[in-house]
């Protein structure tokens, strides 16, 4: 099974950016859709956004035109680049399949939180 490991958090002040990876034991290539994710303490984890098999991306109302996902193939991993980070993107952030519903993921990495403070 697929190991996710993330990395790239960190406190930033709101109206600034951040880049997350995300490094995948399996081939990306072959994996098809890979997604990111977020939770706040005490509530369940939510979609972020996804990029397909083919590279065609997706992004929750609240996260579009000022996220973008990528994947890089040479490092073997699945980037988000965070712009006008806002407080309520404050979250532990996680990477995994995107071709399932959350409830389907049995196996998540250790996140990487991001935390937007003044």
């Known amino acids: 099974q697929e190991q996710f490991v993330e990395s790239g958090g960190d406190v930033v002040q709101p109206g600034g950016s951040l880049r997350l990876s995300c490094r995948v034991s399996?081939?990306?290539?072959?994996?098809?859709?890979l997604a990111w994710y977020s939770q706040t303490s005490g509530n369940e984890r939510q979609f972020i956004a996804r990029i397909t098999g083919d590279g065609v991306t997706q992004y929750s109302d609240s996260v579009k035109g000022r996220f973008t996902i990528s994947k890089d193939f040479t490092k073997n991993t699945v980037d988000l680049l965070m712009a006008r980070l806002e407080s309520g993107d404050t979250a532990v952030y996680y990477c995994?399949?995107?071709?399932?519903?959350?409830?389907?993921?049995?196996?998540w990495g250790q996140g990487t939180q991001v935390t937007v403070s003044s």
């Open positions: 399996r081939d990306i290539f072959v994996l098809g859709d």
């Open positions: 995994n399949r995107g071709d399932r519903a959350i409830s389907e993921i049995r196996s």
